[in-house]
T-cell receptor, first 114, second 116 residues
């Protein structure tokens, strides 16, 4: 079946602009996660969705970052007033939802803030 | 909080050599443990997992055993191939209380290069 898809695959933006990153999880997976992969920080958790609610937003680095999920499916991560330190690969993953379940990752969106 | 520590890389081996990548963890609950692999230009893929103490995960000739007494989950392969060249990440998801969700905590990654 189809895996996790993300769009766009690459995004170049100017400092101060807003960006939206999209994730389509595997059909039927109730849990959805956003992570960020950068050279200096490795892989960092950002936010977790169970269905449409986000019980854990503890990894969002600032209030410029927000995310939503609709219909228990597609999720959008929004970064407002982008800064150069936001440059990274943003990864989305989905899973059936339990801690014992592996997460399946999308190919990522590479964000470059000039 | 939870943490994962992997051996420093990069690791460079000749084809058919034995591979070990060390991974130790700290967790407050009862974690599930995973190895993920990222091949050049590709996304993260699950390599293997173990969900309780003494479980052995295996896939593609790779193995790792969940050792609770040493809080370790070392990755091994008896004979590596050039195609195994990739970045390997050890990760845990904590499940205190039984059914909590699986936020992953990752190690820093180990770059493996295998030469012919």
């Amino acid at each position: 079946g189809a895996g996790v898809s993300q769009s766009p695959s690459n995004k170049v933006t100017e400092k101060g602009k807003d960006v939206e990153l999209r994730c389509d999880p595997i059909s039927g997976h109730t849990a959805l996660y956003w992570y960020r992969q950068s050279l200096g920080q490795g892989l960092e958790f950002l936010i977790y969705f169970q269905g449409n609610s986000a019980p854990d937003k503890s990894g969002l680095p600032s209030d410029r970052f927000s995310a939503e999920r609709t219909g228990g499916s597609v999720s959008t991560l929004t970064i407002q007033r982008t800064q150069q330190e936001d440059s990274a690969v943003y990864l989305c993953a989905s899973s059936p939802g339990l801690a014992i379940d592996p997460q399946y990752f999308g190919p990522g969106t590479r964000l470059t803030v000039l | 909080g939870d943490s994962v520590t992997q051996m420093e890389g990069p690791v460079t081996l000749s084809e058919e050599a034995f591979l070990t990548i060390n991974c130790t963890y700290t967790a407050t609950g009862y974690p599930s443990l995973f190895w993920y692999v990222q091949y050049p230009g590709e996304g993260l893929q699950l390599l293997l997992k173990a969900t309780k103490a003494d479980d052995k995960g295996s896939n593609k000739g790779f193995e790792a055993t969940y050792r609770k007494e040493t809080t370790s989950f070392h990755l091994e392969k008896g004979s590596v191939q050039v195609s195994d060249s990739a970045v390997y990440f050890c990760a845990l998801s904590d499940s205190s209380g039984g059914t909590s969700y699986g936020k992953l905590t990752f190690g820093q990654g180990t770059i493996l290069t295998v030469h012919p």
